[in-house]
């Protein structure tokens, strides 16, 4: 019986070991997730305004040719809206995480 014990607990531990580590990738991939979104609207340098309305994210760029809205929604984007030099990006709750994100970067 007590073999037994051993065992499972072995294989708890194992398991508690394989939870945290992808927990931990998780969390990577969401900063990660910023820097690409960053990077498909074309880099930093090219974000001239940025704006939250609601679930939208709103951002003005110097060259909007330079954005990669396929990219953008392949990371998750609901949805994209280009007008003139601006984009419209449906993000639901990433979209003021993304704009503190940008405002921190310039």
């Known amino acids: 019986m007590g073999k037994y014990i051993l065992e499972y607990a072995i294989i708890g531990a194992v398991l508690l070991v394989i939870l945290l580590a992808v927990l931990k990738a998780n969390k990577k991939d969401a900063s990660m997730d910023l820097n690409k979104l960053v990077e498909y609207l074309g880099g930093k340098d090219n974000i001239i305004k940025t704006e939250v309305e609601m679930s939208r994210f709103k951002v003005t760029l110097k060259d909007v040719t330079k954005a990669n809205k396929e990219g953008i929604q ?21 979209s003021k995480q993304l704009k503190k994100y940008i405002d921190e970067l310039k």
């Open 74 to 94: 392949k990371l998750g984007a609901k949805g994209i809206v280009e007008i003139d030099n601006q984009l419209k990006i449906i993000l639901d709750k990433e």
